[in-house]
Nanobody, 127 residues
Framework: QVHLAESGGGLVQAGDSLRLSCAAS????????MTWFRQVPGKEREFVGA????????DYVDSVKGRFTISRDNAKNTVYLQMNNLKPEDTAVYYC????????????????????WGQGTQVTVSS
């Protein structure tokens, strides 16, 4: 049974940092590109970033470049999202996704948003 469990969300102030973790099980983690999405109620989900199965390639949405870093530990079946210099507009529910059907091209990732999703973790950034 596939299971993705995010943790590490919370309430922080603008400029603070958070590290989200996503523990995966039930599928071959080290062959999957892992992605993070976020969603604000009433808005469409937004692709945040991706990391290739080797961890060599990463890609991010422009709004988080230079502030967020995705990493993975294939030995622990875990992917991380380090978020620095958080802004109020980063407030959202963050989801870990074992994306399926997405493609890498010239170090840019085009996600499908299909595949396995975690339950999400709330990140709230106050101004």
């Amino acid at each position: 049974q596939v299971h993705l469990a995010e943790s590490g969300g919370g309430l922080v102030q603008a400029g603070d940092s958070l590290r989200l973790s996503c523990a995966a099980s039930g599928f071959t983690f080290n062959t999957r590109t892992m992605t993070w999405f976020r969603q604000v109620p009433g808005k469409e989900r937004e692709f945040v970033g991706a990391i290739s199965w080797t961890g060599v390639m990463t890609d991010y949405v422009d709004s988080v470049k230079g502030r967020f870093t995705i990493s993975r530990d294939n030995a622990k079946n875990t992917v991380y999202l380090q978020m620095n210099n958080l802004k109020p507009e980063d407030t959202a529910v963050y989801y870990c996704v074992a994306d399926e059907g997405g493609t890498w091209y010239l170090n840019k990732y085009r996600p499908r948003g299909d595949g396995y999703w975690g339950q999400g973790t709330q990140v709230t950034v106050s101004s």
